[in-house]
């Protein structure tokens, strides 16, 4: 078997910035389950799909009825399904084959995030995130919401709240609070605001458990690998905590409804809900930068969960650290110098998707190096020049024992390009729901082009405007179109030449004819003009056969050739 195309002992993470997408002003990303398609909310109200792997837009939902900036994208478990959350209090979710709009609500609270239920391939229920309340569970269907409890007390019962801190609607303050589904939806992990998790079952809204977290600060963020096996915490103490999840993957709902039937040797409600915590949570590591003390945002797992990748939350620094499970730091990655404000991890590539605050997304990749010996797996790479030493019978010709086999190829068979061969590295691999993993492209008609009837129509009156004394140059002049007038020694600005027909301002240039040119070499000579009706004549031809040569010859001509004669007899 041939030797891997990468190097082992290399980390599977990004290390430097291979390009950046860019359409309009970008504030969220998200992948699909493949990780074949990024959806991106703008600051317009918009959503845009970009296919990864072309690295070409492929969508773009426009509604007319959301122009505020997007906080947050959620795709559907199959990719069927996009929904967008809004500053206007607004969720919207998006038909992605036929780019429809399915329903639009609107919250009383701005949802920061929001999440579809990943139990269905067309789901209808949502976690939303609002900034000033409690999580909400949002029936897009029908509009209807269920909030979710956020705290509980030591009978159970959830805590009255202090009548004194309260906003002038009568609602009491919440800090933003994070939540998250479990890998089925079966289950829904609530970060409070006093360093707790709380694990509450999605279908009766109870709290069946609650792990504390040592600190005891607000919980910023919370995470879950895509396995389901590992769940993170960001923290207002800086520190990233990751914790190993015990229950299983499917059917953590009726497991998490047996623990707490089991525990009934309990004082109060409160260590119950501890004691259930305790079997299925259980601290790995803690992640923090001893050095900076910095605060960290929008952290995430890798595809597989072996890396854990974090984002400064300083402004005006765009820099990631990676972790391994263990909790050692193994990257830092420094990029321009603009905040970043979101980040994605690829599903199935060692490659993040990041989010500028000027809303740019660059694309991070690794840096491979090459490894000859996968293509040949008897190439040896050399550090320095060596003396190759031939064997005896290295170049001996060995006929073949047996010819290889024809391989029989039906050149008439038909080639499937719709079919897409599944990836063994999902766990779901079996289902057989059909997935969205490509868009088509939708060629947009051309627009009728009608440049070359204009350029027709131009070039037509450009020809009549070089016949300055044709009777299309003059009603070109009455109708105040400029004409371009032949550039020529021989034409002279006649000022006091003006068409009654004319307005008063206008002025049009006429062309002297040859006994008027010699009338004024006449006067600069003081020289009388002599009356010679024959050279007259044959100077008028000729002037005629001059400007028809040229292409200038109009009635003006004429006109003016008869009045000098006149004047001249006179």
């Known amino acids: 078997m041939n030797a891997p195309v990468v190097d082992p002992y290399q980390g599977e993470f990004p290390e430097t910035i291979e390009e950046y997408l860019h359409h309009g002003t970008m504030k969220c990303i998200a992948f699909n389950r493949t990780g074949t398609l990024l959806a991106a909310g703008c600051s317009n109200g918009s959503c845009v799909i970009w296919d990864f792997e072309t690295r070409g837009l492929a969508r773009e939902f426009r509604d007319k009825d959301c122009t505020a900036p997007i906080t947050s994208v959620s795709w559907s478990r199959y990719g069927h399904r996009l929904l967008a959350s809004a500053t206007d209090k607004s969720l919207t979710l998006w038909d992605v084959p036929t780019g429809e709009k399915v329903a639009r609500i609107t919250l009383q609270q701005t949802p920061l995030r929001a999440s579809l239920q990943p139990g269905s391939p067309t789901p209808s229920i949502c976690l939303a995130c609002p900034l000033s309340s409690a999580p909400l569970l949002v029936d897009l269907n029908t509009g209807s919401t269920t909030v979710l409890p956020v705290s509980v007390s030591e009978n159970g019962n959830p805590p009255a709240s202090n009548s004194r801190n309260k906003f002038a609607d009568g609602t ?43 600190g005891g600060t607000v919980v910023k963020d919370i995470v879950l690998s895509r396995d389901g096996q590992y769940l993170l915490t960001n923290s207002n103490d800086r520190v990233i905590r990751v914790y190993k999840n015990i229950l299983p993957v499917k059917g953590s709902g009726e497991e998490i409804r047996n623990i707490s039937n089991d525990n009934n040797d309990y004082e109060s409600h409160y260590d119950k809900l501890k004691a259930n915590g305790a079997s299925c949570l259980i601290l790995s590591c803690e992640l923090s930068d001893a050095i900076t003390k910095i605060q960290w945002k929008t952290p995430c797992f890798s595809g597989n969960g072996e890396w854990i990748v974090g ?260």
């Not at 089925?184 to 009766?204: P, R």
């Not at 024809?406 to 063994?424: F, G, L, S």
Request: glycine share 4%.
């Open 172 to 214: 009491p303050p919440f800090t933003p609070t994070a939540a998250t589904f479990d890998k089925h939806g079966d289950l829904i992990y609530v970060g409070n605001s006093k360093g707790e998790i709380l694990i509450i079952d999605s279908k009766t809204i109870q709290v069946h458990a609650v792990i504390p977290i040592p």
């Open 311 to 570: 984002a400064s939350a300083n402004k005006g620094e765009h820099r990631l650290q990676i972790w391994d499970q263990t909790g050692r730091l193994v990257k830092i990655l420094d990029g321009p110098k603009e905040a970043l404000i979101d980040l994605a991890w690829h599903p199935v590539e060692p490659t993040i998707a990041t989010v500028s605050v000027t809303g740019f997304v660059y694309i991070w990749a690794k840096e491979h190096v090459e490894n000859w010996s996968a293509f040949a797996p008897d190439f040896v790479e050399l550090e320095e020049n060596e003396e190759y030493v031939e064997r005896e019978d290295e170049f001996d010709l060995n006929p073949r024992e047996e010819e290889a086999e024809e391989v029989v190829i039906d050149e008439n068979a038909e080639i499937d390009i719709e079919t897409y061969e599944k990836n063994t590295l999902f766990s779901d691999v079996e289902d057989s729901v059909d997935e969205i993993v490509f868009l088509p492209a939708i060629p947009s008609p051309d627009a009728p082009d009608e440049q070359p009837e204009k350029c027709l129509g131009s070039s037509s009156k450009l020809e009549d405007s070089n016949l300055s004394g044709s009777p299309s140059s003059m009603d070109a002049v009455q109708n105040d179109q400029a004409i371009p007038q032949a550039s020529s020694p021989m034409e002279v600005d006649n000022s006091t030449a003006e068409d009654p027909a004319e307005g008063p301002n206008s002025k049009r240039k006429r062309r002297l004819s040859v006994k008027g040119l010699e009338m004024q070499q006449s006067d600069k000579g003081k020289k009388p003009a002599t009356k010679n009706k024959s050279n007259g004549k044959i100077a008028k031809s000729s002037a005629k056969q001059m400007d028809s040569a040229n292409g200038n010859s109009s009635a003006f001509d004429d006109e003016a050739t008869e009045d000098d004669e006149i004047n001249i007899d006179s």
